[in-house]
Every structure is written in structure tokens, then in C-alpha cells.
């Protein structure tokens, strides 16, 4: 059989190595898998990287999209993937998470009933003013097959009315929906292994055998409102000041150039001079969970990067008022303080005192959502 999945930004890329792998190790008889990369991510740092470290194939479509408002790049995805799709003719479309790649994924396929897996279905943040919200909402109401990472992610399926005993054969309007696990675990526990052996930046960085924090700043109600930059980079200004613990932070593309727009001009001139602050181009997935392993704690307005933290037993302050990923609040690993300073500095005194209390039980799966993946889209074919 035939699937066509769609990447486009760093998470997507990193999510889609887990069932690439898992079909060359394990279904290459069964599925031929062709990779379109929209170029949603057109920072090399951002996309090839990724490409280049995880051992994903090389995509068979690049459709350089780039950056643009929200309309212009997910219509020139769906013109893009549409042409593909007609062309290659596949048994499904892959589509991972809730960027525009995602969405103009599940316009396309559905317009033209290809069906369409959904891998990290069910998600909510429950605030349709971020952009991710919407497309993950709309990707999986138009899925046949939907696979979320979470108990709490198969709840919310349901109670938008999904129904968990439908049986074969699925389509959209009769769709399967299945708790899997995380793709994401799989890859740490994978990636793992193989950046200890390979991954230098702790040197690089002088952080070998240090304490430091680590954090990322991406979002676009964070780098785009003045007042929520300030609170936060205010707050890494004071934590590492009163601290003396170093904190890492890989840029961004959007909060590299912003920060000197939107921060206070006297907060910049003190961030760029405080040397307990290292802002660092973006960095490769094995470099970045080697940090992860390392640090003390995360502040972060990734999902993702909440997860990574979860997964190496770090606690994670969340730089934003809500998560999809409550799991994690619930079980006293995360903080939601949004961009509100004290909140933060709060949630670092309150880490300090609890870190060696903290339990971080297995809630994203086994490591091997990927071949349940695999081996459900064979079954269902």
C-alpha cells in the first residue's frame, strides 16, 4: 500500500521518524511511504537538520512554501498537496500534529477523499485563539483513522463525538479512533542512546557536569505581544541574576527577530550582556535532548518540549495559560504560570523545594506507537 505523508515543520519532521523507521525496520513489504515536505520550516536549522539526523528519507516533494500570513501559506500548501495527491493516488495521507502543514493536509486529502490518519489526534488546548487549536480540531474531523497520544486525548474525541467502538471498515464519516501512545517517546527513547555517543553541545556549551536551565520561546502571542516578551525575558533576567545558574536558550527564527524590537531597550541591553544567558542559534533534535537530559528545569510555550521534559523527568514551567497536555500539570510535573513574572519565579522556587519529590509514572505509551501505527493502517487497508 501506499501512504503520503506530509512534514513541514521541525516537530512534524521530528514525529514522522518514528513511523519512517518503524516501516523500513518492520513493514517495508507492506507500505511505500512518499514524504512531502511543504517547506512550512525554511530555516535549515529548523528542517534539513532534522532531516539529515533522524534518518527520515529524503522527501520526494519540496514544495518551498516559506513563510507568509496564515492564508497565503496554507492555500499554496493546498494547491501543492492537492497536485501530489492526484498524482501519487495513495491509500492514505499521514498527517502529525496541528501546524498549516496539517491543515492544508486534511483540506486537500478530504476535498478529494483520500482518507487521512490523524497521528496526535485529540488534543485540546481549549482556546481557539492560538492557530493550532483550529487545525487540529478540523484535521481530525475529516480523519477515518485517528491515533492520540493520551487517555485525556481519547476522552475529548469522544466527548465531541467520536465513537470508540465503530468498527471496520472506517471512513470519515464512520471513523477509527485509537490510544496509541506518543511517536515522540518513541524517538526519545530512541534519539537517546544515540546523542549521548554523538551530540557535543554540552561542551560546546561549557555546560558539562554544570547546573543550568534550559528554555524556548516560540510562540507568537509570546513574541509578538511586548508586554508577554518583557514578563518572560524579565524573569530569566532576575532567575539567573539571583541564581547564578545558567540558562540556555536556542532562538527561534520569529524570537531572534523580535527581541530587539520588542523588548524594553534596557532588558535587551541587560539580556545581551548578562553571560549567565546564552542565546543560541536553533539546534539539532540530539543536541536539544541532550539539554534536555541535563538540565535542572524547562520553562517552554513548546507542547512538545513539555513532553521531552516529561519524558527525561524534568520539570517544566509552561510559559503560556493552558496546555494540551494536562497530564503532565496534573501529576505536579508542570507549572502553568503563562507571562506573568512572578508567576514564574514562583514556579522556579517551588520546583527547587519539590524536584527530588516529583514521580514521573509512564504516561505516553510503551515506546512503540509507531509499529501500532503501521500495523493498524496494513489492518484497516
Same mark, same amino acid.
Given at each position: ?29 507492506? =507500505? ?5 515536505? /511543504? ?5 535549515? +536549522? ?20 516559506? *513563510? ?5 501559506? !496554507? ?11 492526484? %498524482? ?10 496541528? /501546524? +498549516? *502543514? ?8 478530504? %476535498? ?14 481549549? +482556546? ?8 487540529? =480540531? ?5 480523519? &477515518? ?6 487517555? /485525556? ?5 469522544? %466527548?465531541?463525538?467520536?465513537? %470508540? ?37 554540552? #561542551? ?18 509570546? !513574541?509578538?505581544?511586548?508586554? $508577554? ?13 539571583? *541564581?547564578?545558574?545558567? @540558562? ?6 520569529? &524570537? ?10 534596557? @532588558?535587551? $541591553? ?7 544567558? #546564552? ?20 520553562? !517552554? ?16 514551567? =509552561?510559559? $503560556?495559560?493552558? !496546555?494540551?497536555?494536562?497530564? =503532565? ?53
Amino acid at each position: 500500500m501506499k501512504i503520503v505523508t506530509i512534514i513541514g515543520a521541525r516537530p512534524q519532521i521530528i514525529k514522522a521518524a518514528a513511523l519512517s523507521r518503524a516501516i523500513r525496520n518492520h513493514f517495508a513489504k507492506q =507500505i511505500k511511504e512518499i514524504i512531502v515536505h /511543504t517547506g512550512q520550516h525554511y530555516d535549515a +536549522n529548523m528542517s534539513q537538520v532534522f532531516i539529515d539526523e533522524l534518518g527520515i528519507p529524503e522527501p520526494d516533494y519540496k514544495l518551498n512554501i516559506g *513563510s507568509a500570513s496564515h492564508g497565503h501559506q !496554507t492555500a499554496g500548501m493546498i494547491i501543492g498537496i492537492e497536485e501530489i495527491l492526484l %498524482k501519487e493516488k495513495p491509500d492514505y495521507l499521514v498527517l502529525y500534529g496541528d /501546524t +498549516n *502543514s496539517t491543515l492544508a493536509g486534511a483540506i486537500a486529502a478530504s %476535498k478529494i477523499h483520500i482518507p487521512i490518519v490523524h497521528i496526535e489526534a485529540g488534543l485540546r488546548s481549549f +482556546n481557539k485563539s492560538m492557530p493550532e487549536e483550529i487545525n487540529r =480540531i478540523m484535521a481530525d474531523h475529516v480523519s &477515518t483513522l485517528l491515533f492520540t497520544p493520551t487517555l /485525556t486525548g481519547m476522552n475529548n474525541l469522544i %466527548k465531541e463525538g467520536f465513537a %470508540k467502538d465503530n468498527h471496520p471498515p472506517f471512513s470519515a464519516d464512520h471513523p477509527g479512533i485509537f490510544h496509541c501512545g506518543d511517536v515522540m517517546y518513541d524517538n526519545s527513547l530512541y534519539f537517546e542512546k544515540i546523542a549521548r555517543d554523538k551530540s557535543d553541545v554540552l #561542551q560546546r556549551l561549557g555546560l558539562e557536569n554544570k547546573a543550568f536551565y534550559l528554555a524556548t520561546v516560540h510562540r507568537d502571542n509570546n !513574541t509578538d505581544q511586548p508586554t $508577554r516578551l518583557n514578563a518572560i525575558f524579565g524573569a530569566f533576567q532576575e532567575i539567573t541574576a539571583s *541564581s547564578q545558574i545558567p @540558562l540556555v536558550l536556542p532562538l527561534h527564527p520569529r &524570537t531572534s527577530k523580535l527581541l530587539g524590537k520588542n523588548l524594553d531597550a534596557e @532588558l535587551f $541591553r541587560k539580556i545581551s550582556q548578562n553571560e549567565m544567558i #546564552q542565546l543560541i542559534p536553533p539546534v539539532s533534535f540530539l543536541d536539544m535532548i541532550l539539554l534536555e537530559k541535563n538540565c535542572q528545569l524547562l520553562f !517552554t510555550d513548546s507542547g512538545g518540549v513539555q513532553k521531552e521534559a516529561y519524558f527525561f523527568e524534568k520539570p517544566a514551567i =509552561i510559559l $503560556r495559560s493552558e !496546555t494540551e497536555w494536562k497530564e =503532565i500539570v496534573e501529576q505536579g510535573c508542570g507549572l502553568i504560570v503563562n507571562a506573568h513574572k512572578e508567576n514564574i519565579l514562583d514556579a522556579v522556587g517551588h520546583f527547587n523545594k519539590v524536584r527530588d519529590s516529583l514521580q514521573f509514572p509512564p504516561l505516553f505509551g510503551d515506546g512503540k506507537a509507531a509499529e501500532f501505527i503501521a500495523e493498524q493502517i496494513i489492518s484497516e487497508s
